[in-house]
């Protein structure tokens, strides 16, 4: 069985610009999540999504946001991108929820 | 509030030696699941193990044993006979299972353990 996908691997932006960053689960799990990982703040949770429902939220600003599709592929979107941005994004879906989140390899977001 | 703590920031040992990986959590929830993830330096969080807050049997895979006590709220990770390809950063994680809106599996990390082993 395939593993959770997210595209693109690698990105490069410049401050102002706004990016989409996409998930794919792995097959037959209704559940994704987003987290964001720094050097200084470490693993954060973004957002979770539930059968296209957000389910939970993390502390971000309204500029991170998401949504999930009726395949269950999920994408966020985070306008007006700042340079403490950058940062590696993963997404992590499971079959239910609670349960097991299973990572993708992440997205990493260079904002210059 | 909840709060997973990963006291030890890097470790560094020769291969075969065993090493554990300490953490320590805290919730005021009485149903919940920890974790454990390794992170290769390719970047994939790798799941290791999941726990819930009314099993309190140690598990042992392999060369992998997990520890965890609600006494002191920790949930240790130890590494018999470590090898090379074991070197990583290791996460503990912690799940409340459910909030004010119901199921979730948003989850709480601790900052992470560097586990680097020597030949």
């Known amino acids: 069985k395939a593993g959770v996908t997210q595209t693109p691997r690698y990105l490069i932006k410049t401050r102002g610009q706004q990016v989409t960053l996409s998930c794919s689960p792995i097959?037959?799990?209704?559940?994704v999540s987003w987290y964001q990982q720094t050097p200084g703040q470490g693993l954060q949770f973004l957002f979770e999504?539930?059968?296209?429902?957000?389910?939970n939220k993390g502390n971000f600003p309204g500029r991170f946001s998401g949504r999930q599709f009726s395949n269950s592929r999920s994408e966020m979107n985070v306008s007006t991108l700042e340079l403490g941005d950058s940062a590696l994004y993963l997404c992590?879906?499971?079959?239910?929820?609670?349960?097991?989140?299973?990572f993708g390899p992440g997205t990493r977001l260079t904002v210059l | 509030a909840q709060k997973v703590t990963q006291a030890q920031t890097e470790i560094s040992v020769v291969e075969k030696e065993d090493v554990t990986l300490d953490c320590v959590y805290e919730?005021?929830?009485?149903?919940?699941?920890l974790f454990w993830y390794k992170q290769p330096p390719s970047g994939e969080l790798v799941f290791l193990i999941r726990?819930?807050?009314?099993?309190?049997q140690n598990e042992i895979s392999g060369r992998y044993s997990w520890n965890f006590q609600k006494s002191t709220s920790s949930f240790n990770f130890t590494i018999t006979a470590s090898q090379v390809v074991d070197s990583a950063v290791y996460f503990c994680?912690?799940?409340?299972?459910?909030?004010?809106?119901?199921?979730?599996?948003?989850?709480?990390f601790g900052t992470g353990t560097l586990l680097a082993v020597q030949p």
């Open positions: 994680a912690l799940s409340e299972a459910v909030n004010y809106g119901g199921a979730t599996n948003k989850l709480i």
């Open positions: 919730t005021r929830d009485t149903t919940y699941y």
């Open positions: 097959s037959g799990h209704r559940s």
């Open positions: 726990r819930n807050s009314f099993d309190e």
């Open positions: 992590a879906s499971s079959l239910g929820s609670p349960d097991t989140q299973y």
């Open positions: 999504y539930f059968s296209e429902t957000q389910r």
